[in-house]
């Protein structure tokens, strides 16, 4: 018979914590707890209060509602988020600097703001792995998926427009599962409670026309035929009247209490995902073929690359920075040529393309603007599609350089769907896209039976989408 486990000791208690600036709600009703030796992930759009939280929980941020209650004698730490230069140092120095403060620490609990940005696999694999074994608690902020998968116990979320908190159990994954379950029962309760009020409405029309026929009936019986003109027909008439007027009344007082239930017509406050799908049509089966090319780099040179890309391949392109990874996409998209060697194109090839920087827009430049120039759609149908992606009738005439980091990736990923590529191209994508779309586009990835290839460092997206190759610039022969 297996014991039971021991119930931890709670050391901190947030209780409604509610902050401002400058009139602008950034947290409200923030509610959790944290027990000994647990660790949490906090995660969130940006903008949604992450590093406000830390800073709160610290004490090096004044609350300005709520309650936090610490244990005694719990000291805190608090790592923001390090900004020093590490190109001179090796990943397993940068490992060192960023444990160094938690290992000569006798603090019971360790605030962490992205620790891990300047980490490789390897530097990651070390903080990893301490944090998780560590009986020390934790609260940590990281947009690196795995990271948190392989380090929380739980996942508080930040809602930026309730600017409230959602508890889930378990790591990044499994809050995933957890709030995909949730928003999907909330809509399907909404569409019920809207189907169901709907059918009450149509009775009641269908019996208010009941009712109004057979008086215009009763009203007109002077012209019927005498026979029909008898007592017996009118009275009958005025009974069926009023049974349709009561069974019309009775629906209508219950339309009314229905209508009347504030959780009965409210909308859930999250959106459905948007579901992202390519369409597309085969090109050649071979797409790329780069036979000794070689290109020279700012230090170096890349190559030469002996690589025969086919369609259908999943390809992930990896090697350390300054390897020539982006050197290597910028050569298949055709940016940039190949000094020796020659890269060659199937036919009918079209690409999609995701690039590391954002897209460069002069000020002047609107999203319709731009997404027409982009993709030849007439402005209909660019209105159309733009719309599908929540891109309202006012976002479109903002300028490109205005939009939210939420707008901007669906601006990309409309735009990169549109041109229904048979080879999607995505150079480091996790660095400026929206968490909502990303998580979308992994989705329509996995389905996706094109050719795709990736240079990325996040670990999650990399195994979402079902890689089945991985070139190693590191292993080219020099």
Wanted: positive net charge.
């Amino acid at each position: 018979m297996s014991q039971p486990q021991p119930v931890k000791s709670t050391i901190l208690s947030c209780r409604n914590i509610y902050k401002k600036f400058d009139q602008q709600d950034v947290l409200s009703d923030v509610t959790f707890t944290l027990s000994k030796g647990e660790k949490i992930g906090i995660v969130g759009p940006n903008g949604s209060g992450k590093t406000t939280l830390l800073t709160i929980v610290a004490g090096l941020l004044e609350k300005d509602a709520g309650s936090i209650t610490y244990s005694k004698n719990l000291k805190v730490e608090y790592l923001p988020q390090l900004h020093e230069k590490f190109e001179e140092l090796s990943q397993g120095e940068i490992a060192k600097k960023i444990l160094a403060p938690i290992i000569s620490s006798d603090a019971g609990l360790f605030l962490l703001d992205e620790p891990t940005n300047n980490l490789d696999i390897v530097g990651l694999n070390k903080v990893e792995h301490f944090i998780g074994s560590s009986a020390k608690s934790f609260i940590i902020v990281s947009h690196d998926r795995e990271f948190l998968d392989k380090t929380v116990d739980k996942i508080i979320e930040l809602n930026p427009v309730s600017k409230t908190s959602t508890i889930y159990s378990g790591g990044y994954s499994s809050y995933m599962e957890q709030k995909e379950a949730r928003i999907g029962k909330e809509w399907k309760d909404y569409a019920d409670k809207v189907e169901k009020m709907d059918k009450l409405s149509s009775n009641l029309e269908q019996s208010l026309r009941w009712v109004k026929k057979i008086e215009a009936v009763r009203k007109n019986i002077k012209h019927l035929p005498k026979n029909e003109k008898e007592k017996p027909v009118a009275a009958y008439l005025r009974d069926k009247e009023g049974e349709a007027g009561k069974r019309a009344k009775v629906i209508k007082n219950k339309l009314e209490r229905y209508k009347e239930s504030s959780e009965v017509v409210s909308k859930p406050k999250e959106l459905l995902p948007l579901k992202i799908e390519f369409a597309h049509t085969k090109g050649s089966s071979k797409v790329f073929d780069l036979p000794d090319v070689t290109k020279s780099m700012r230090v170096s040179t890349l190559g030469p690359l002996n690589l025969t890309i086919q369609y259908g391949d999943r390809w992930h392109i990896i090697g350390k920075n300054g390897a020539g990874k982006t050197t290597l996409i910028k050569l298949l998209v055709g940016e940039i040529k190949p000094d020796n060697g020659e890269l060659i194109r199937g036919e009918n090839v079209i690409i999609g393309y995701v690039s590391q920087e954002k897209i460069a827009s002069n000020n002047s430049v609107s999203v319709i603007e731009h997404f027409m120039r982009h993709t030849e759609f007439t402005q209909t149908n660019a209105r159309k599609i733009l719309n599908r992606f929540r891109i309202t009738t006012e976002d479109i005439k903002k300028e490109v350089s205005l939009l939210s980091p939420g707008e901007y990736s669906r601006l990309v990923i409309a735009e990169l769907i549109s041109k229904k590529p048979n080879c999607i191209i995505l150079d480091e994508p996790s660095n400026h896209l929206d968490l909502e779309i990303l998580e979308e586009l992994e989705k329509g990835l996995k389905n996706y039976t094109g050719t795709l290839i990736v240079v990325s460092h996040d670990r999650y997206f990399v195994n979402s989408v079902d890689i089945t190759k991985v070139f190693d610039l590191e292993k080219i022969k020099k």
